[in-house]
């Protein structure tokens, strides 16, 4: 028998020797005692195990991406790898042009990467799913439609019944405070009324993960405190994993419960900070600024400036 195959599936095996077993087989591939296609599948193990018997919604395991244009190559991304829980609130912050877009599109299955995987739950991500729901920055909604039919829209191609779709759409009109829009127009609504339906539009297929692409760097300042105190609200209820695309430090220390600060180009992971602190935030208080003073000097170290 194989490493990998009493590593998945020695049954005789009680969890604690496979724990045992695997820690061994790991200790044996640092050292370089097996060969590459035995690393690779214990990897693969060591994922899968950690999938099963953990909370991890969305594995990023040595993502990479270079494009190529004319002949001409551009690494956005080196490598990262990182793990978002379920109910985690992550954000990624980094250079303008590092490659978050990159990643967010990787992670949605618009994009293959170029070496490497994402995991959503126990599944390898091979192309778009229901499983994990997008906000723009432009909100991408369709004019034409009434709030509450865009808010449907995922679950009409879907192909859910008309009266259970606008059954889910009022719940979730009510989850984001849009109830009494529900027959407005779009373009009635201000830029953050529009993206609580770009938010409900996303939640209504209760997806495993929703990404966030600066979802709230089209507003003004005053809106876009709003909307993070809104989404804190929306969260209270959803519980929703959401991996979130920044340019604001503040932004995401007020949100997130991990930062996952990232180098310039070809990027990969500079410093995962942890925010310890439960939601709301205070913005005011001295450790609040601290935590964003340590953000920022982890930008500044890539010659970042950061607002
Ligand atoms: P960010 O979202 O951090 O601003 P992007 O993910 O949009 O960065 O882009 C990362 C890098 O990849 C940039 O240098 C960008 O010019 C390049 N890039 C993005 N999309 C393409 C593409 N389709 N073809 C070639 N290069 C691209």
Redo the contacts with the bound molecule.
């Keep these: 028998m194989s490493v990998i195959e009493w590593l998945k599936d020695d049954p005789s095996a009680n969890k604690k020797d496979r724990e045992g077993k695997k820690r061994a087989s790991i200790s044996k591939w640092l050292k370089g005692e097996v060969g590459i296609n035995t690393e690779a599948a214990i990897k693969r193990s060591f994922h899968e195990t950690s999938i099963g018997e953990s909370d991890v919604q969305i594995s990023i395991r040595n993502i990479g991406k270079t494009?190529v244009?004319n002949g001409v190559e551009?690494k956005?991304i080196d490598e990262i790898s990182i793990d978002v829980r379920k109910g985690e609130l992550v954000s990624f912050i980094?250079?303008?042009?590092?490659?978050?877009?990159?990643?967010l599109n990787m992670i949605a299955g618009l994009l293959p990467p170029t070496s490497g995987v994402v995991y959503v739950g126990s599944k390898e991500c091979t192309g778009p799913g229901r499983d994990r729901g997008m906000v723009f920055q432009d909100f991408a909604l369709l004019p034409w439609r009434t709030v509450k039919n865009n808010v449907e829209l995922g679950l009409e191609i879907a192909g859910v019944p008309k009266a259970e779709r606008s059954a889910k759409a009022d719940e979730y009109l009510r989850i984001v405070g849009l109830e009494k829009f529900a027959n407005s127009h779009i373009n009635e609504l201000s830029g953050g009324m529009k993206q609580r339906v770009g938010i409900a539009r996303a939640l209504i297929v209760e997806p495993d993960v929703i990404l966030m692409d600066e979802p709230f760097g089209a507003l003004d300042a005053q809106t876009r405190n709003l909307m993070q105190t809104q989404l804190i609200d929306i969260l209270k209820t959803t519980k929703q994993t959401i991996i979130f695309?920044t340019h604001s430090v503040d932004e995401a220390v007020y949100l997130s419960d991990k930062v996952v600060v990232l180098t310039k180009?070809p990027t990969t992971v500079n410093e995962v900070v942890e925010i310890p602190w439960s939601r709301p935030r205070d913005r005011t208080t001295p450790e609040f600024n601290e935590m964003k003073r340590e953000i920022v000097a982890y930008l500044e170290h890539e010659n970042v400036l950061v607002d």
């Design positions: 494009y244009k551009t956005a980094g250079p303008s042009g590092c490659g978050k877009t990159t990643l695309i180009r």
